[in-house]
């Protein structure tokens, strides 16, 4: 195998933590609608933290896109 192919395969593997990621904010996305139906009073505290665990989840993502493009491209 050539360096090219071999750079190919380690980015594609750093990918690999992205499919956690959209599970993560499908489950994050769920509970968050669940909490908001059974608690509307709360729903500003709720959405405050929803959106911080969105961000931190969506950095992952970022993070392992990043180490790709590096071993790609780097």
């Not at 599970?23 to 709360?42: E, H, V």
Request: glycine share 14%; charged share 10%; hydrophobic share 55%.
């Amino acid at each position: 195998m050539d360096v090219q192919t071999m750079k190919l395969l380690a980015a594609a593997i750093a990918l690999l933590p992205m499919a956690g990621v959209g599970i993560g904010l499908g489950m994050i996305g769920s509970s968050l609608t669940q909490a908001i139906s059974r608690n509307p009073g709360a729903s500003d505290k709720i959405s405050q933290a929803g959106i911080l665990l969105t961000a931190f989840t969506e950095a992952i993502g970022l993070f392992t896109f990043g180490a790709a493009m590096a071993i790609l491209f780097g």
